[in-house]
């Protein structure tokens, strides 16, 4: 059984007032192409459906068009609220929409949903589990009496995941949408302050896949099989580097998954460009570039150029974002370094101390130990 997995759509999201609409139209219907040429058999959809808990009706309207044209070829959809999205919202209609194959979560009760598959290999399980803080789950659990209620993301999430009791002799994926310890940040994520909303991968244990929304870089968290797909578009220029893509899971017998990506492209690209105004504006320059794509220009001439933003967008009319690198800008950023110091917490300067000296970031066992003796020491 071959699953398309992607999250963090964020449909309706504007990127430095540019309406990401049209970017987000082209983006599904390239997934929808990728699912039909893969042959896929279900999309699993981890959480930050819509960039804000009260989408548009455009933004609703975009969804429904991808949904519907998913239903229409066949292909089931497994999908879960995030952080940004309201879970009462996505869950309306599940009922209805789960007799065309759409699958989504409901508002956490305590109970999972629990979706059987079947295929040559035998029996398969998608489960769902929307987007939860630690006061959802201590809502559920307050009814029983003498239950351990949770403080933690961790904890919450773990009890969540042993109220689903999945049977470790089949096979089981689980959809979700949380922070899972040591994976990496972009700059387009909310961040919580002192990483209280971070969750050990090991409480995933029982699934076969994980599939998870929340961190926009594609990455592994714990194991190669307990997986963020990454965002299908580029939110910040953190991620100007970045290839995005789809990741297609195929499931065969119980401890076999096999997994590659297929790369998606963009209407526009995101990216970042340096030089003199002299230089980006020179023809030689941009004239094998797409000047359409939405861009962050740096400019190092000493002297600001005057209506510089207007100027520019003339020849890259999606330009987003003007700084300067000169020597009035690095002496403003000594202070703001030292600012931004101040700002972080021991682990944090001590894993980019870490890196710094060893070009590599820390495993989770280090981070784990590291944490543990700054909490000895305080």
Avoid: W
């Amino acid at each position: 059984m071959k699953f398309l997995h992607i999250s963090d759509l964020h449909i309706g999201k504007r990127l430095n007032e540019f309406s990401m609409l049209e970017d987000q139209k082209h983006i599904l219907n390239k997934i929808l192409e990728t699912a039909v040429k893969e042959q896929a058999d279900g999309v699993l959809i981890a959480g930050d459906i819509y960039d804000k808990p009260v989408p548009s009706a455009e933004a609703v309207r975009v969804f429904d068009t991808f949904l519907t044209a998913l239903a229409d070829r066949q292909i089931q959809v497994f999908a879960v609220s995030g952080n940004h999205d309201s879970p009462e919202r996505i869950a309306f209609g599940a009922q209805l929409m789960s007799s065309r194959g759409v699958y989504v979560s409901p508002v956490y009760d305590g109970k999972a949903v629990k979706i059987p598959l079947t295929d040559e290999y035998g029996e398969l399980y998608v489960y769902l589990l929307p987007f939860i803080k630690p006061a959802a789950v201590r809502h559920v659990l307050e009814k029983d009496q003498g239950t351990d209620l949770p403080e933690t993301y961790h904890d919450a999430v773990k009890t969540a995941v042993e109220r689903m009791k999945p049977d470790c002799e089949k096979r089981n994926i689980l959809v979700a949408h949380q922070f899972v310890t040591g994976a990496g940040r972009c700059d387009s994520e909310d961040i919580t302050v002192g990483g209280i909303d971070n969750v050990d991968a090991e409480v995933f244990d029982g699934f076969d896949y994980v599939a998870l929304g929340h961190i926009h870089s594609p990455q592994a968290a714990g194991r190669d099989t307990v997986r963020y797909c990454g965002t299908p578009l580029k939110y910040s220029f953190s991620e100007a580097d970045q290839q995005k893509a789809a990741v297609v899971v195929e499931c065969n017998e119980k401890g076999r998954i096999q997994i590659h990506t297929v790369p998606l492209v963009p209407l526009h690209d995101l990216r970042k460009i340096r030089g003199s105004y002299m230089e980006v504006t020179s023809r030689s320059f941009y004239q094998d570039m797409d000047t359409e794509d939405y861009v962050h220009i740096t400019l190092t001439d000493e002297e600001d150029v005057v209506d510089g933003m207007q100027k520019l967008r003339i020849i890259y009319p999606n330009l987003m974002q003007l700084a300067y690198d000169n020597s009035r800008t690095k002496q403003n950023r000594i202070v703001d370094l030292a600012q931004d110091m101040e700002q972080k917490t021991e682990l944090e300067l001590f894993r980019e101390f870490y890196e710094l000296q060893n070009n590599q970031p820390m495993s989770l066992e280090q981070e784990k130990f590291v944490r543990q003796l700054i909490e000895d020491i305080k």
